[in-house]
């Protein structure tokens, strides 16, 4: 089976995990440390705080920027449910938008949902392309919002000459294993230009605590561990090499599948790196989406459907209310297909993917 995605592990990862080992020391210690200023540096942000995963950077960074109970925050509905979630752990109400045709929030949506309840806009970089920035700032600087972007699929994508997780108040990284870059375990980042953003989260994710025993507030346990950072440094050398690894595998599957009738390549949105976490096409209706991924596992080819369900129409929402109608959401949910894609993808591997999809065509 060819796997939707499948990490890397270099020798040069396994050596560091055992340099952690023998060093007994194993959480927020050195190698944590230098994978913040490395990844910082890489951001191209002040600072970078390291905690326990993706949802716990999103729930710390919007406490952190003061978010209190009724306050609204804008966020596409078509996204992992933990970006919701990590609104909702903060205290904040989750106001759901409607998506582009490049799959991140529509700016022209979230305008129309604003209210004087509404605190700051939290795009999703999803599938690692970037969210129309432009349009959000200028719709945050309107209405006197934040933005909090949630980079999760979207280590290194870029929007115009910065980098995603620098251009709002904190970026929120998750290093989980299918990530582009992972630590081989839970993982996240808070990357911040703010120092009082970074100061609080730092503060935060490990109990509030100014030294060992002086609790300054109210914290909890998210922290980040040596082991992680470990990996996370090495995977983060390597990580252009990914990226560029799976820009040749998108252009390649772009233009073998770009005749097909009844089926779209995902688009990149111009003046941005897209980084290809996924890479999920678009068929023309739910039958056929779903008589492909029967067809292409039947070759042995694994694929996903990035997301099944709208986080609006989610059962865990019902209790928030009449679900919004959120129609380009909602035919993404039933038409998108993602096909594997990843560094190590070989071309053989590639061509049975793209092989795969042409045979169920040419019996359509
Ligand atoms: C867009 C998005 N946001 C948030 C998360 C949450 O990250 P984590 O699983 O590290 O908590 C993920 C990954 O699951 C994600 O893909």
New binding site residues.
């Given amino acids: 089976m060819i796997p939707l995605s499948r990490v890397t592990v270099t020798p040069e990862m396994t050596a560091a995990i055992l340099e952690v080992v023998a060093s007994g020391r194993f959480i927020l210690g050195p190698e944590t440390k230098a994978f913040e200023n490395e990844f910082a540096a890489y951001i191209g942000t002040r600072h970078a705080v390291a905690v326990s995963?993706?949802?716990?950077?999103?729930q710390l960074s919007l406490i952190a920027l003061g978010v209190r109970p009724g306050d609204e925050v804008l966020v596409p509905s078509m996204?992992?449910f933990?970006?919701i979630e990590?609104i909702l752990h903060a205290g904040g109400k989750p106001v759901m938008t409607d998506v582009d045709r490049y799959g991140a929030i529509d700016p022209a949506d979230a305008a129309s949902r604003v209210t004087d309840k509404t605190v700051g806009i939290l795009p999703?970089h999803?599938y690692g392309g970037a969210a129309d920035m432009t349009a959000l700032r200028a719709l945050a600087e309107r209405h006197r919002l934040w933005i909090v972007e949630?980079c999760?699929?979207a280590h290194g994508a870029r929007f115009r000459e910065k980098t995603v997780g620098s251009v709002g108040r904190s970026g929120?990284f998750?290093?989980?294993p299918s990530?582009n870059l992972t630590v081989l375990g839970?993982?996240?980042m808070v990357t911040t230009n703010d120092d009082e953003v970074a100061r609080t989260v730092r503060l935060l994710r490990d109990h509030g605590r100014s030294d060992k025993y002086t609790h300054v507030a109210v914290g909890f346990n998210l922290r980040f561990n040596e082991i992680q950072a470990a990996v996370g440094r090495r995977q983060l050398a390597l990580l252009e090499t990914f990226i560029e690894k799976r820009r040749a595998v998108a252009r390649h599957y772009d233009t073998a599948l770009a005749g097909i009738e009844g089926l779209r390549t995902p688009l990149e949105r111009p003046g941005t790196r897209m980084v290809y976490h996924l890479y999920p096409i678009r068929l023309k209706d739910q039958a056929t989406r779903d008589a492909l991924r029967d067809h292409l596992t039947r070759a042995g080819v694994e694929t996903g459907v990035h997301y099944p369900i709208p986080n609006h129409l989610q059962p865990a929402m019902e209790p928030f209310g009449t679900p919004p109608s959120l129609p380009e959401s909602e035919a993404l949910a039933q038409t998108s297909l993602s096909l594997p894609i990843f560094p190590s993808l070989t071309e053989e591997e590639v061509e049975t993917v793209i092989g795969g999809v042409q045979l169920f065509f040419e019996n359509e």
Avoid: E, M, N
Avoid at 53 to 58: E, H, L, P, Y
């Fill in positions: 995963q993706g949802t716990s950077a999103i996204t992992a933990p970006t990590g999703v999803l949630d999760c699929q929120c998750s290093f989980y990530k839970d993982g996240g």
